[in-house]
C-alpha cells in the first residue's frame, strides 16, 4: 500500500500555519497578563471614587 505524501490544504504542516502557530504560541500569554494589567489599572480607579 503506498502512502500519499501530499499536504491538505489546512494542515498543520504547511510553513504558514506553522508561523501562525508559532505567533499564537508567543503571544497567548500576553492576553491574560494585559487583561489583568487593565483591571488592575481600573480597580485602582474604581477604589479611590467616593459616593
Known amino acids: 500500500m503506498e ?3 501530499h ?3 489546512g494542515e498543520s504542516s504547511t510553513d ?4 501562525e502557530s508559532q505567533a ?3 503571544q497567548r500569554d500576553l492576553v491574560p497578563q494585559a487583561a ?3 483591571f488592575s489599572d481600573a480597580s485602582e480607579e474604581y477604589s479611590q471614587l467616593s459616593l
Not at 16 to 19: G, I, L, Q, V
Request: hydrophobic letters at 20%.
Open 3 to 5: 502512502i500519499d505524501d
Open 16 to 19: 504558514e500555519s506553522d508561523s
Open 24 to 26: 499564537y504560541q508567543s
Open 7 to 9: 499536504k491538505v490544504e
Open 36 to 38: 489583568d494589567d487593565i
